[in-house]
């Protein structure tokens, strides 16, 4: 299910919206939150990671253009139809440079809004089937058979004992009885990456298998694998494999 957080200021059209997506998208659409101030709304989607957010332009605190920019730092999937008034060439042309996805002007035909929508239905759609055939194959790469070297097999395992705490290259130099450099040197020229993308790959391909479980949170999951920071957590998971923890989540449950 597509999950959305509406920012408008004026009550009644925020009550719209709300209907709006009740009636013609039940079953499709999720809606998280409705904020009626750009920071709120900022907040509200960094901490619930929306795949779609309604935003007017004239808000309080932090227009609706603001709010995309901000938003794009942490939730860089998220798509954006801005819901103006104002239909000034600035306001345009700023939004465009911004990448949202749509631009209405109000007051706007049910049909425009249902249309734009639509579209990103459809694209957030197109892109997650995409991304879970990417996502098996990647999985299947880190699961690819061990280098029998001594030393990457070392390394291999001792990344897989402590994945969960704060490792670094020297401490797993200084415990497998190497020197750092040495260690380094290998690790980059028989595997083609360096530690840290070793422990990453490690603590991502154990969150997948940990998403699966029931009763779950991302955050959970975050702290388990050797996250201090959830956030941090969900872009690494994002970026790596092109889709969100809770999606990944989604995904796996509806494909068994």
């Given amino acids: ?4 957080i509406i920012a408008e200021d004026e009550k009644h059209e925020a009550d719209y919206l709300q209907e709006f997506i009740l009636e013609n998208y039940r079953g499709q659409i999720s809606l998280l939150s409705i904020c009626n101030d750009g920071v709120t709304a900022i907040q509200k989607a960094t901490e619930l990671y929306p795949d779609l957010m309604l935003l007017d332009i004239e808000m309080p605190r932090a227009n609706g253009i603001a709010v995309a920019q901000e938003v794009k730092k942490f939730v860089p999937s998220c798509y954006f139809i801005i819901l103006t008034a104002h239909a000034t060439f600035s306001y345009a042309q700023e939004a465009l ?17 249902k249309k734009a929508i639509n579209n990103v239905l459809h694209t957030i759609e197109h892109s997650q089937n ?21 030393i990457i097999r070392l390394a291999n395992n001792y990344i897989e004992e402590n994945y969960a705490e704060q490792i670094s290259l020297e401490t797993m130099a200084q415990d497998i009885g190497y020197s750092t450099s040495y260690v380094s040197k290998c690790l980059n ?16 391909l154990i969150a997948t298998e940990l998403l699966t479980q029931d009763a779950v949170t991302v955050s959970e999951v975050a702290y388990t694998v050797g996250f201090s920071d959830p956030n941090y957590f969900y872009k690494c998971f994002k970026g790596f494999f092109g889709i969100s923890p809770k999606k990944y989540a989604k995904a796996i449950e509806e494909n068994t």
């Fill in 1 to 4: 299910m597509i999950t959305v």
């Fill in 97 to 113: 440079t911004v990448g949202i996805t749509d631009y209405l002007v109000k007051p706007y035909l049910d049909d425009d809004l």
């Fill in 130 to 150: 995409n991304t879970i055939a990417s996502l098996v194959k990647k999985i299947a790469d880190i699961n690819s058979p061990n280098i029998t070297h001594p």
């Fill in 189 to 204: 020229r028989i595997t083609g990456k360096n530690f840290n993308r070793l422990l990453l790959e490690r603590r991502l």
